[in-house]
T-cell receptor
Framework: SQKIEQNSEALNIQEGKTATLTCNYTNYSPAYLQWYRQDPGRGPVFLLLIRENEKEKRKERLKVTFDTTLKQSLFHITASQPADSATYLCALSNSGYSTLTFGKGTMLLVSP | EAEVAQSPRYKITEKSQAVAFWCDPI?????LYWYRQILGQGPELLVQFQDESVVDDSQLPKDRFSAERLKGVDSTLKIQPAELGDSAMYLCASSLAFGGPTDTQYFGPGTRLTVL
């Protein structure tokens, strides 16, 4: 069966460091991969989308990589800030009129 | 900035009762989604509408759940009867276009349901 794995343990880092979150998938050939941020008690907020033929995508302090051979995406936040503390979800979809399948998310805690 | 509205924000009910959630998408958004998110899990799609038509309800437990979007604008999700396992956050999202994989989905704040 299809499986999306994100680190279940929270990632704790110090302010100013680079946070790296991992999304691995099995039995899936996604055409697109998205990353969302979710704060407690709130709905997810879209951050970035990367296509299967793109190796890397950047937006301000955010960078996403997509390795279809390793079946893995890495999500980086550079110069992290306490305000970046949240749960980050990856979501996969195939081409065409398809639904998003979300991972469980990884909580990021950035200490001042 | 336009937002997806949901009500109520919190709902506590007893098992076997009926509950209903309401969602008003961003104006002009053709596609509307209902998700269920159990604590510690990612959102799971229950139903997707394109205008007033259901395009995907494969994960909707149809024996107890129903959803409608009669005029292609706001939507209601109903559970009857509620069961203990239905306790979760119910999220509504909308997207501007036809609901393809590159459309940005905008989520509402969710309704937290607790079934006692």
């Amino acid at each position: 069966s299809q499986k999306i794995e994100q680190n279940s343990e929270a990632l704790n880092i110090q302010e100013g460091k680079t946070a790296t979150l991992t999304c691995n998938y099995t039995n899936y050939s996604p055409a697109y991969l998205q990353w969302y941020r979710q704060d407690p008690g709130r709905g997810p907020v879209f951050l970035l989308l990367i296509r299967e033929n793109e190796k890397e995508k950047r937006k301000e302090r955010l960078k996403v990589t997509f390795d279809t051979t390793l079946k893995q995406s890495l999500f980086h936040i550079t110069a992290s800030q306490p305000a970046d503390s949240a749960t980050y979800l990856c979501a996969l979809s195939n081409s065409g009129y398809s639904t998003l399948t979300f991972g469980k998310g990884t909580m990021l805690l950035v200490s001042p | 900035e336009a937002e997806v509205a949901q009500s109520p924000r919190y709902k506590i009910t007893e098992k076997s009762q009926a509950v209903a959630f309401w969602c008003d998408p961003i104006s002009g958004h053709a596609t509307l989604y209902w998700y269920r998110q159990i604590l510690g899990q990612g959102p799971e799609l229950l139903v997707q509408f394109q205008d007033e038509s259901v395009v995907d309800d494969s994960q909707l437990p149809k024996d107890r759940f129903s959803a409608e979007r009669l005029k292609g604008v706001d939507s209601t999700l109903k559970i009857q009867p509620a069961e203990l396992g239905d306790s979760a956050m119910y999220l509504c999202a909308s997207s501007l276009a036809f609901g393809g994989p590159t459309d940005t989905q905008y989520f509402g704040p969710g309704t937290r349901l607790t079934v006692l």
